[in-house]
Protein backbone atom coordinates (compact mmCIF):
# COMPACT_ATOMS: atom_id res chain seq x y z
CA UNK A 1 0.00 0.00 0.00
CA UNK A 2 1.94 3.21 -1.07
CA UNK A 3 0.70 5.74 0.77
CA UNK A 4 3.35 8.33 -1.38
CA UNK A 5 2.98 8.04 -5.07
CA UNK A 6 5.18 9.94 -7.93
CA UNK A 7 3.53 8.98 -10.44
CA UNK A 8 6.74 10.65 -13.28
CA UNK A 9 9.73 8.86 -12.83
CA UNK A 10 11.49 10.85 -15.22
CA UNK A 11 11.12 15.17 -16.51
CA UNK A 12 12.69 16.86 -18.78
CA UNK A 13 13.02 20.26 -18.82
CA UNK A 14 14.58 23.31 -20.88
CA UNK A 15 16.93 25.38 -18.72
CA UNK A 16 15.17 28.60 -17.90
CA UNK A 17 11.85 26.85 -17.81
CA UNK A 18 9.21 25.93 -14.99
CA UNK A 19 9.64 22.30 -13.62
CA UNK A 20 6.59 20.89 -11.87
CA UNK A 21 6.88 18.12 -10.20
CA UNK A 22 3.97 16.08 -8.68
CA UNK A 23 3.10 13.95 -5.73
CA UNK A 24 0.62 12.32 -4.32
CA UNK A 25 -0.93 10.95 -1.05
CA UNK A 26 -3.27 8.72 0.08
CA UNK A 27 -3.30 9.77 3.83
CA UNK A 28 -5.01 13.08 5.32
CA UNK A 29 -3.70 12.74 8.59
CA UNK A 30 0.18 14.16 7.05
CA UNK A 31 0.94 17.10 8.89
CA UNK A 32 3.78 17.60 7.45
CA UNK A 33 5.25 17.33 3.73
CA UNK A 34 8.75 17.65 2.30
CA UNK A 35 10.34 17.60 -0.89
CA UNK A 36 14.19 16.09 -1.28
CA UNK A 37 16.51 15.83 -3.67
CA UNK A 38 19.62 13.34 -4.29
CA UNK A 39 22.45 13.98 -6.56
CA UNK A 40 24.26 10.40 -7.82
CA UNK A 41 25.98 8.75 -4.96
CA UNK A 42 24.96 11.11 -2.61
CA UNK A 43 22.35 11.27 0.30
CA UNK A 44 19.18 13.62 -0.51
CA UNK A 45 19.52 16.99 0.80
CA UNK A 46 16.20 18.67 2.42
CA UNK A 47 15.08 21.36 -0.17
CA UNK A 48 11.54 22.73 0.92
CA UNK A 49 8.80 21.80 3.30
CA UNK A 50 4.88 23.02 3.93
CA UNK A 51 2.60 22.26 6.62
CA UNK A 52 -0.68 20.86 6.21
CA UNK A 53 -2.03 23.89 7.54
CA UNK A 54 -0.77 25.93 5.02
CA UNK A 55 -1.14 25.79 1.23
CA UNK A 56 1.93 27.18 -0.10
CA UNK A 57 5.14 28.16 0.70
CA UNK A 58 8.32 29.95 -1.21
CA UNK A 59 11.81 29.97 -1.04
CA UNK A 60 13.84 31.38 -3.48
CA UNK A 61 13.47 29.95 -7.08
CA UNK A 62 10.88 26.55 -5.23
CA UNK A 63 7.21 26.93 -4.16
CA UNK A 64 5.72 23.65 -2.88
CA UNK A 65 2.24 24.17 -3.20
CA UNK A 66 -0.15 21.63 -1.47
CA UNK A 67 -3.81 20.73 -2.43
CA UNK A 68 -5.53 18.89 0.45
CA UNK A 69 -8.84 18.28 -0.85
CA UNK A 70 -6.78 16.28 -3.92
CA UNK A 71 -4.17 15.20 -1.62
CA UNK A 72 -1.27 16.69 -4.26
CA UNK A 73 1.62 18.24 -3.30
CA UNK A 74 4.00 19.78 -5.96
CA UNK A 75 7.33 21.64 -6.05
CA UNK A 76 7.71 24.26 -8.44
CA UNK A 77 11.26 25.44 -9.90
CA UNK A 78 11.50 28.56 -11.74
CA UNK A 79 13.81 29.28 -13.82
CA UNK A 80 15.18 25.56 -13.96
CA UNK A 81 18.72 25.71 -14.10
CA UNK A 82 21.41 23.02 -15.13
CA UNK A 83 22.30 22.49 -11.54
CA UNK A 84 18.82 21.30 -10.42
CA UNK A 85 19.13 17.71 -12.74
CA UNK A 86 18.73 15.49 -9.75
CA UNK A 87 15.94 12.72 -8.35
CA UNK A 88 13.79 14.85 -6.36
CA UNK A 89 11.57 12.79 -3.58
CA UNK A 90 8.52 14.02 -1.54
CA UNK A 91 7.53 12.58 1.60
CA UNK A 92 5.22 13.26 4.54
CA UNK A 93 5.92 13.34 8.04
CA UNK A 94 2.51 12.04 10.47
CA UNK A 95 2.70 12.24 14.34
CA UNK A 96 6.06 10.37 14.84
CA UNK A 97 9.52 11.16 13.25
CA UNK A 98 9.81 8.91 10.47
CA UNK A 99 9.43 10.01 6.64
CA UNK A 100 7.12 7.93 4.44
CA UNK A 101 9.08 8.59 0.00
CA UNK A 102 7.88 8.11 -2.75
CA UNK A 103 9.96 6.75 -5.54
CA UNK A 104 11.06 9.71 -7.05
CA UNK A 105 11.03 11.62 -10.19
CA UNK A 106 14.53 11.97 -12.19
CA UNK A 107 14.64 15.65 -13.30
CA UNK A 108 16.96 16.63 -16.18
CA UNK A 109 17.11 20.04 -17.79
CA UNK A 110 18.34 20.52 -21.14
CA UNK A 111 20.68 24.11 -21.79
CA UNK B 1 30.40 21.14 10.77
CA UNK B 2 30.60 17.43 9.67
CA UNK B 3 28.17 15.84 8.40
CA UNK B 4 26.07 12.53 8.88
CA UNK B 5 29.34 9.90 7.90
CA UNK B 6 28.45 5.83 6.41
CA UNK B 7 30.85 3.40 6.59
CA UNK B 8 31.93 1.53 4.55
CA UNK B 9 30.99 3.29 1.16
CA UNK B 10 30.90 0.14 -0.94
CA UNK B 11 30.91 -3.31 0.40
CA UNK B 12 30.75 -6.26 -1.66
CA UNK B 13 29.83 -9.45 -0.25
CA UNK B 14 29.18 -12.88 -1.07
CA UNK B 15 25.44 -14.83 -0.45
CA UNK B 16 24.79 -16.11 3.40
CA UNK B 17 28.02 -13.34 4.64
CA UNK B 18 27.00 -11.44 7.10
CA UNK B 19 28.08 -7.71 7.19
CA UNK B 20 27.90 -4.59 9.32
CA UNK B 21 27.65 -1.26 8.05
CA UNK B 22 28.11 2.20 10.35
CA UNK B 23 26.73 5.53 10.84
CA UNK B 24 27.58 8.39 12.63
CA UNK B 25 24.90 11.04 13.30
CA UNK B 26 25.05 14.61 13.63
CA UNK B 27 26.47 15.26 16.71
CA UNK B 28 23.67 16.50 19.02
CA UNK B 29 21.11 14.64 16.89
CA UNK B 30 18.89 12.43 19.07
CA UNK B 31 17.01 10.91 15.89
CA UNK B 32 18.09 8.48 13.74
CA UNK B 33 16.97 6.53 11.17
CA UNK B 34 18.05 3.81 8.62
CA UNK B 35 16.70 3.39 5.20
CA UNK B 36 17.22 1.72 2.11
CA UNK B 37 16.81 2.49 -1.51
CA UNK B 38 16.86 -0.44 -3.85
CA UNK B 39 17.17 -0.19 -7.59
CA UNK B 40 14.32 2.03 -9.38
CA UNK B 41 12.79 2.25 -5.82
CA UNK B 42 11.89 4.98 -3.13
CA UNK B 43 13.39 5.18 0.22
CA UNK B 44 12.16 2.37 2.14
CA UNK B 45 12.17 2.83 6.01
CA UNK B 46 14.01 0.64 8.31
CA UNK B 47 14.13 1.24 11.94
CA UNK B 48 14.24 4.31 13.59
CA UNK B 49 15.99 5.73 16.93
CA UNK B 50 14.77 8.12 19.73
CA UNK B 51 16.83 9.54 22.39
CA UNK B 52 16.88 6.29 24.96
CA UNK B 53 13.21 5.32 23.48
CA UNK B 54 13.01 1.53 22.15
CA UNK B 55 13.78 1.92 18.69
CA UNK B 56 10.59 1.38 16.01
CA UNK B 57 11.86 -1.96 14.09
CA UNK B 58 8.74 -1.66 12.14
CA UNK B 59 10.43 -1.45 8.62
CA UNK B 60 12.87 -4.06 8.89
CA UNK B 61 11.74 -6.42 6.04
CA UNK B 62 13.01 -9.54 7.95
CA UNK B 63 14.83 -11.09 11.16
CA UNK B 64 18.09 -10.91 9.72
CA UNK B 65 18.30 -7.57 10.00
CA UNK B 66 18.75 -5.81 13.00
CA UNK B 67 19.83 -2.54 14.19
CA UNK B 68 21.65 -0.84 17.76
CA UNK B 69 22.71 2.59 18.61
CA UNK B 70 25.33 2.82 21.53
CA UNK B 71 25.51 5.22 23.84
CA UNK B 72 22.79 7.36 21.71
CA UNK B 73 25.40 7.74 18.78
CA UNK B 74 26.71 6.11 16.42
CA UNK B 75 24.61 2.90 15.06
CA UNK B 76 25.57 -0.43 13.04
CA UNK B 77 22.81 -1.92 10.79
CA UNK B 78 23.40 -6.06 11.08
CA UNK B 79 22.17 -7.91 8.11
CA UNK B 80 22.73 -11.56 9.12
CA UNK B 81 22.90 -14.20 6.09
CA UNK B 82 22.58 -11.54 3.11
CA UNK B 83 20.66 -12.68 0.06
CA UNK B 84 20.81 -11.07 -3.13
CA UNK B 85 17.60 -9.04 -2.77
CA UNK B 86 19.67 -7.45 -0.04
CA UNK B 87 21.13 -5.68 -2.63
CA UNK B 88 20.71 -2.08 -2.04
CA UNK B 89 21.89 1.20 -1.23
CA UNK B 90 21.52 1.99 2.82
CA UNK B 91 20.94 5.26 3.60
CA UNK B 92 21.18 6.57 7.65
CA UNK B 93 19.78 10.02 8.20
CA UNK B 94 19.47 12.11 12.06
CA UNK B 95 17.91 15.02 13.05
CA UNK B 96 16.74 16.84 16.18
CA UNK B 97 14.04 15.68 17.41
CA UNK B 98 10.89 17.91 16.27
CA UNK B 99 9.37 17.91 19.86
CA UNK B 100 5.72 19.05 19.88
CA UNK B 101 5.32 20.26 16.26
CA UNK B 102 7.53 21.60 13.85
CA UNK B 103 8.72 19.76 10.38
CA UNK B 104 11.27 17.03 11.04
CA UNK B 105 14.59 17.90 8.70
CA UNK B 106 16.71 14.67 8.14
CA UNK B 107 20.13 14.82 7.15
CA UNK B 108 21.31 12.24 4.90
CA UNK B 109 24.66 10.89 4.82
CA UNK B 110 26.18 9.63 1.54
CA UNK B 111 25.07 5.89 1.95
CA UNK B 112 26.48 2.37 1.74
CA UNK B 113 26.26 -0.01 -1.69
CA UNK B 114 25.48 -3.10 -0.36
CA UNK B 115 26.01 -5.39 -3.45
CA UNK B 116 25.62 -9.22 -2.14
CA UNK B 117 26.76 -11.57 -5.28
Known amino acids: DQQVKQNSPSLSVQEGRISILNCDYT??????FLWYKKYPAEGPTFLIS?????DKNEDGRFTVFLNKSAKHLSLHIVPSQPGDSAVYFC??????????FGTGTRLTIIP | GAGVSQSPSNKVTEKGKDVELRCDPI?????LYWYRQSLGQGLEFLIY????????KSGLPSDRFSAERTGGSVSTLTIQRTQQEDSAVYLC???????????????FGPGTRLTVL
Open chain 2, 93 to 107: ASSLSRGLAGVNEQF
Open chain 1, 27 to 32: NSMFDY
Open chain 1, 50 to 54: ISSIK
Open chain 1, 91 to 100: AVNFGNEKLT
Open chain 2, 27 to 31: SGHTA
Open chain 2, 49 to 56: FQGNSAPD
